[in-house]
C-alpha cells in the first residue's frame, strides 16, 4: 500500500502595514539619496518588478531610525511568535477547508521555517507557552532555506507523514524582512532586495493517510518531492552576516540560472513520476520576483495563466521569501478543483537549490 499524505488546510496572515510600492520608492529614494550614484535610473527596479504593495510588521517611520542587530532580532522574536500564533489558529479553524476545528493539543509534530532572524529557543517553543500545545509535540525547526523553505517544509512534512500515517503536522513560515533592511548598505543588491522583499506569515495542516476529516472538497495529496542542489552556488541568494546584521546576496543572473537549470530538474523529477509536463495544471510557483516566474514559463513551456496566481500573490505581497508559495497554494486549494487535478509546487532558495512537490487533487 502506497502511503499518501495530505495538504488538509493552509492559512496566510496579513501584517499590519499595508505601503504602496510607489509610497516604497520614496522612502529608499529619501534614504539613499545622495548615497549612490545614478540612483533615479536604479530606483526603475521599484516598478519594473510589478509589485503594487507589500505588507510590514513595522512603520515607514522605523526606517528612517537606526536599529542594532540586537534590536532587529529582539522585534524578529516578538513578532515571529506573534504572528505563528495567529496563522497557526486560522489553519485549525479554517472553514475553507475544514468541517470542524483542530485542536492545537492533536498536532504530533511541528516544523518551523524561516531564516530572517535568529532565535534559541527556538519560535515555535515560544508558540508552545502560549497555544495549548502537547507538551510531547516533536519540533522541527528549519533555518537558512530562504525563498525556499515553503516548499522544503512540505517536503519534510510528507516525509513525517509517511514514517507516520497517523500524524497531523503543521509547517509553519514566517518572515520578517523587512526587519533585515540596512539603510547603510548602498550595494546593488540592497537596493533591488528593497523593492522586492515583504514579511509574511503561513501555515499548513499536512496528515499522514490514516487522518481522517471527512472533508467534502479535493485537497491536494503529495504524491512525491524532490531535491536539486547546484554546486559552488553560495553567492547566488544568502545573507552576509555583518555586526549590523544581515544583508541581502541576490545575484542578477538568478533568472538565467533558473532558465538553465530548472528545466532539466522538473522534466527529470516530473519523468520519475510518469507525468507529463502538459500534465500539471496547477503551477504553484513561489514568485521570487517578476523575471522569476518569466524563466519559470521558458524554462518549463509554460503560459502565462499557468504563473497568474503566483504573479497576484506577487503583485500585492512582494516576495516574502519561504510563506510566499504557501499564499499561492492557498489560492489554488480555494479553487473548486475537479478529482485528480495534478499540481506542482516549486521553491528556489539559497544553496543555490531547488524542491519540488507533485500534488494530486483528490477527495
Not at 232 to 261: A, C, Q, R, T, Y
Not at 288 to 307: D, I, M, P, R, W
Request: aromatic content about 10%; charged content about 20%; overall charge negative.
Amino acid at each position: 500500500e502506497i502511503i499518501i499524505p495530505k495538504i488538509a488546510s493552509v492559512s496566510s496572515y496579513k501584517p499590519p502595514f499595508t505601503l504602496a510600492q510607489s509610497n516604497i520608492e520614496q522612502l529608499t529614494k529619501e534614504l539613499f539619496q545622495h548615497k549612490i550614484s545614478r540612483l533615479d535610473r536604479l530606483l526603475k527596479v521599484f516598478e519594473n518588478g510589478e509589485i503594487k504593495t507589500r505588507n510590514f510588521c513595522v512603520p515607514p517611520d522605523w526606517y528612517r531610525e537606526e536599529h542594532t542587530f540586537e534590536e532587529r532580532n529582539e522585534l524578529y522574536i516578538q513578532l515571529a511568535t506573534e504572528y505563528s500564533v495567529e496563522v497557526i489558529k486560522k489553519c485549525l479553524t479554517n472553514r475553507s477547508f475544514l468541517k470542524e476545528d483542530i485542536s492545537t493539543e492533536d498536532i504530533d509534530a511541528i516544523f518551523f521555517i524561516s531564516s530572517t532572524g535568529i532565535s534559541t529557543p527556538s519560535i515555535e517553543a515560544r508558540v508552545m507557552n502560549i497555544l495549548p500545545f502537547s507538551n510531547q509535540l516533536v519540533r522541527i525547526p528549519i533555518w537558512g532555506l530562504g525563498c525556499a523553505g515553503g516548499a522544503s517544509g512540505i517536503s519534510r512534512a510528507f516525509d513525517y507523514c509517511k514514517a507516520y500515517p497517523d500524524a497531523k503536522v503543521l509547517v509553519v513560515c514566517v518572515e520578517l524582512c523587512s526587519l533585515t533592511f540596512q539603510k547603510e548598505d548602498y550595494s546593488k543588491s540592497n537596493l533591488v532586495g528593497a523593492s522586492l522583499f515583504a514579511d509574511g506569515a503561513a501555515c499548513a495542516l499536512v496528515c499522514g493517510d490514516n487522518v481522517e476529516f471527512g472533508q467534502d472538497i479535493a485537497v491536494p495529496h503529495i504524491i512525491g518531492r524532490g531535491s536539486k542542489w547546484m554546486p559552488d552556488s553560495e553567492d547566488v541568494m544568502g545573507w552576509d552576516v555583518k555586526n549590523s546584521g544581515l544583508h541581502v546576496v541576490f545575484s542578477k543572473n538568478i533568472p538565467v540560472i533558473i532558465s538553465k537549470w530548472l528545466g532539466p530538474f522538473i522534466h527529470e523529477f516530473l519523468n520519475n513520476h510518469d507525468v507529463l509536463p502538459e500534465q500539471i495544471v496547477n503551477f504553484v510557483a513561489h514568485p521570487g520576483g517578476k523575471k522569476v516566474l518569466q524563466a519559470y514559463e521558458e524554462a518549463l513551456q509554460l503560459t502565462s495563466e499557468h504563473t497568474n496566481v503566483s504573479r497576484e500573490i506577487l503583485q500585492a505581497n512582494g516576495n516574502m521569501s519561504s510563506p510566499t508559495v504557501l499564499y499561492v497554494l492557498e489560492q489554488y486549494m480555494l479553487k473548486k478543483n475537479k478529482q485528480n487535478t495534478l499540481g506542482l509546487l516549486v521553491a528556489l532558495g539559497p544553496g543555490f537549490s531547488g524542491e519540488v512537490v507533485l500534488l494530486e487533487w483528490r477527495e
